[in-house]
């Protein structure tokens, strides 16, 4: 019939035939042909479904597919098509394609649920973690805008979190979504788990901001300031620079230490510091520091931060008052040696390679009996001034600095009618090296013991010995490079410059040093390299002359003074600072940590 193009009739005598055995496939597939021709697509889906309980399994499954093709592309019938497609994945529950199909009409007939559905089964076969995220990222987005499930959503964007901590824009949805609802506890319980799923290395931006944000969170949601102290100080160990979050940590820690003055202070002094460091007149950290030192009781340190806000003509009325009341005007003597390690730790600036100290020390003796000249001319032996005898102030003021810093004794001339300070000289006497300190009219006329006690620390420090080096160089940077590159060369390292000048000045050096010194100059080269020590010696001579200062400082115990005779003093051979440099960095240390522990060392704190 089919042939004679009576498709009608045709079909009629397959469904009497199909009466006979419904599961004819031969029949069926007939059917199927006819009513395909004739646009019959309930027919053909009502065939296929006869189909499928002869078929096996996969073959099942593929008439499943079929019939939700049919009822999609023909008929249009999203529902039916998504149920014919659902019995399908009962049967092959891992058909990657066939989930898509079906997320694919869910999503564009906007059902969110079953949606979110069939990505949880995707999610479920997906062992790729990046894939996987975006597949939650998705079924995230779904539950906040279209189920408005909050706190799924939530759960879900972790999800994309856990599997790709990188899928940034995911945490800044939960930071929305639980800002927008001012669930604190829970924003912060996010940003701990971001922190953790951070690799333990990872020192990079996002870390950083993390922790800021979750201190932001303690500080300004949570009200708990120890928390956020704590995480900032995080932060600013991964960035330094960043001086607002030093400014923050101030006030945190000034907030905190209302309760408790003493709990708190060291960690609210350290910011200050910080601050100051990056502004040396940010007047309102000093004023803090005062605060800080006065309800913590260290009188000593409110003592030294008043006294220079005084010197700056930026006390308060209290801060004045405790200047006034702690004040010393007459000289006061150092009731203890300063001690190597003090000086090293405390008064020594941090530009002062420790290394380099050690090595220009251990050659220092050498390279004074190399370099030192004949006494000027204008000098006789005879002249010299005996400082355990002489009655003089200058005198008996070179012997108490000597003894306090525990240097060895100079020659001391005295020329009262030659304008000038002080100079130091590397000098023969008898055949023998003799440091040398001349003092001029300057220091001979109208000064007091304070005056003298800075002038002569500050110069009598270079007869430390790894500093006289450098006097024995006649304090030229040039000559302490070409110095200290020879005691490279001596240890076979590569120095850049050309062999016969190193080995004619190793020879001037090594021919005058005991073996002793020469092993523990290699030692110590060997050490500087190994730390990765700068040849920059420039630096390290900088570095001499501000601790110079400082003992100063030290010494006299007045600011005042120590600023006039700077402002006074002849600038010296190899000074790259100007006098109102060396006052700014005598300020600075004058409300430090290191110069309150150095005054303690020396035995002249106020309490």
């Known amino acids: 019939k089919k042939r004679q193009n009576e498709p009608r009739k045709a079909l009629n005598y397959l469904e009497k035939a199909l009466e006979v055995d419904p599961h ?57 098509s998504a149920q014919a497609y659902t019995s399908a994945l009962d049967l092959q529950p891992k058909d990657y394609p066939l989930l898509h199909t079906l997320l694919d009409i869910y999503t564009k007939y906007k059902q969110w649920e079953d949606s979110v559905r069939i990505i949880d089964r995707i999610v479920e076969i997906e062992k790729e973690p990046k894939r996987r995220s975006k597949y939650n990222y998705t079924a995230a987005v779904l539950l906040r805008d279209e ?58 931006d996002l870390k950083i901001t993390l922790w800021s944000n979750l201190a932001e969170i303690y500080r300004t949601r949570l009200k708990d300031l120890k928390a956020a102290a704590a995480a900032f100080e995080v932060a600013a160990k991964l960035d330094p620079s960043n001086v607002e979050r030093h400014f923050l940590l101030a006030e945190l820690y000034e907030a905190l230490s209302v309760d408790n003055p003493t709990e708190f202070s060291a960690q609210a002094v350290k910011e200050h510091q910080i601050l100051i460091a990056q502004e040396p007149f940010r007047y309102v950290s000093y004023h803090a520091l005062f605060n800080i030192y006065s309800k913590s009781k260290q009188v000593d340190k409110a003592f030294c931060v008043a006294r220079t806000l005084v010197f700056l003509k930026q006390a308060t009325p209290e ?20 001690s190597e390690e003090t000086l090293r730790r405390h008064v020594f600036h941090p530009d002062e390679d420790l290394f380099i100290t050690g090595i220009l020390g251990s050659i220092a003796p050498a390279l004074a009996a190399w370099r030192a000249n004949p006494l000027p001319t204008y000098l006789k032996p005879s002249d010299r001034t005996d400082i355990n005898s002489d009655p003089s102030l200058v005198a008996r003021m070179a012997k108490y600095v000597m003894n306090v810093l525990n240097v060895g004794q100079p020659d001391l001339y005295l020329r009262p009618d030659e304008p000038g300070d002080l100079a130091l000289l590397n000098a023969v006497r008898e055949n023998r090296v003799a440091p040398t300190m001349v003092v001029f009219s300057n220091l001979l006329k109208g000064k007091n013991e304070k005056h003298l006690a800075f002038a002569l620390g500050k110069h009598m420090l270079d007869l430390y010995l790894p500093h006289y080096a450098y006097v024995a160089l006649d304090r030229s940077p040039q000559n302490l490079k070409q110095i200290f590159l020879t005691c490279m060369h001596v240890c076979d390292m590569e120095t850049g410059m ?46 001499t002359e501000i601790a110079g200062y400082r003992v100063g400082l030290l010494l006299c115990n ?22 109102k440099d060396k006052i700014k960095e005598l300020v600075l240390y004058s409300i430090s940590e290191d110069y309150f522990k150095a005054r303690k060392g020396v035995g002249i704190a106020v309490a």
């Open 24 to 80: 004819h496939l031969e029949t069926l597939n007939a059917v199927i042909d006819l009513q395909q021709g004739s646009n019959d697509w309930e027919g053909v889906i009502q065939a296929k479904r006869a189909m499928i309980d002869v078929a096996d399994g996969e073959k099942q499954a593929d008439i499943y597919k079929e019939i939700g093709r049919l009822y999609l592309e023909k008929l249009g019938n999203w529902q039916k």
């Open 147 to 204: 189920i408005k499930a909050h706190d799924e959503s939530i759960d879900r964007f972790n999800m994309v979190l856990d599997d790709d901590p990188n899928f940034l824009k995911a945490f800044q949805a939960i930071d929305t979504m639980v800002t927008k609802s001012k669930d604190w506890k829970t924003l912060e319980r996010s940003y701990r788990k971001m922190l953790k799923r951070l690799p333990a290395n990872e020192q990079g």
């Open 319 to 338: 801060e004045q008052a405790v200047y006034e009341k702690y004040n010393v005007a007459e000289f006061q003597q150092a009731r203890q040696r300063l």
């Open 498 to 543: 050309p062999k016969a000048e190193m080995d004619q000045y190793a020879r001037e050096i090594f021919s005058r040093l005991p073996g002793g010194a020469r092993d523990q100059m290699r030692s110590l080269m060997r050490k500087f390299v190994e730390a990765g020590g700068s040849t920059d010696v420039k630096k390290w001579a900088l570095s």
């Open 558 to 579: 007045d600011l005042v003074i120590a600023a006039h005779i700077i402002s006074q003093e002849q600038s010296s051979f190899g000074s790259s600072m100007t006098p």
